[in-house]
């Protein structure tokens, strides 16, 4: 936002009003659960990236040497590696299936030694602590893949700082 404000006066304004709307996109995408809504915001955001990099283009073509140009492309180029970066975190997952047989192993792993409790002691606690790690386990890898849908949520908060830095600027 700040090397957007290096601009001149015309195009500043409209990059301005861009990266205002990215950063809410980028906000919202976060909260949303629905692969439409988040495909549509990445559709719109990369949308909004070419728009951007469109001005800086013609920027760039009007005088090269211009420094504050030079300066908004570079942060530009950061901003759409960033998103790609985001963008492969919230495509890498563990699959449903790795996670379908991380459960039925331990099924599997607690029954046997269930049995074998049973046959050689009547001492069941072990048995009951092991299962309940290896749940817990498990629950916390699940966790920790998705990081939206669980106890441990990624914070927002540097986005939302800068969506409200972004409101409270005063066009001069």
């Known amino acids: 936002m700040w090397r957007a404000r290096l601009l001149p006066a015309a195009q500043s ?14 906000l919202n995408i976060e909260g949303s659960n629905s692969a439409a809504d ?28 211009m420094v504050p140009t030079g300066l908004f492309i570079q942060a530009l180029n950061e901003m759409i590696d960033s ?18 047989t991380l459960y039925a192993m331990a099924i599997l792993a607690s029954a046997l ?36 849908a669980g106890f441990i949520e990624s914070s927002q908060q540097a986005m939302t700082d800068l969506a409200n830095s972004m409101a409270a600027y005063i066009e001069p």
């Open 83 to 100: 998103q790609g970066i985001r963008l492969a975190a919230i495509r890498a997952r563990i699959p449903n299936f790795v996670l379908t």
């Open 13 to 26: 304004s409209d990059v301005l009003r861009l990266l205002k709307e990215y950063v809410q996109i980028r």
């Open 113 to 148: 030694a269930g049995y074998a409790s049973g046959l050689l002691t009547r001492l069941r606690l072990p048995v009951y602590v092991a299962g309940t790690l290896i749940t817990a386990m498990i629950f916390l890898i699940q966790d920790l893949d998705r990081p939206g």
């Open 38 to 65: 988040v495909d549509a915001a990445i559709a719109r955001s990369t949308e909004i990236q070419e728009a951007i990099w469109q001005q800086a283009r013609a920027l760039a073509a009007k005088d090269p040497g």
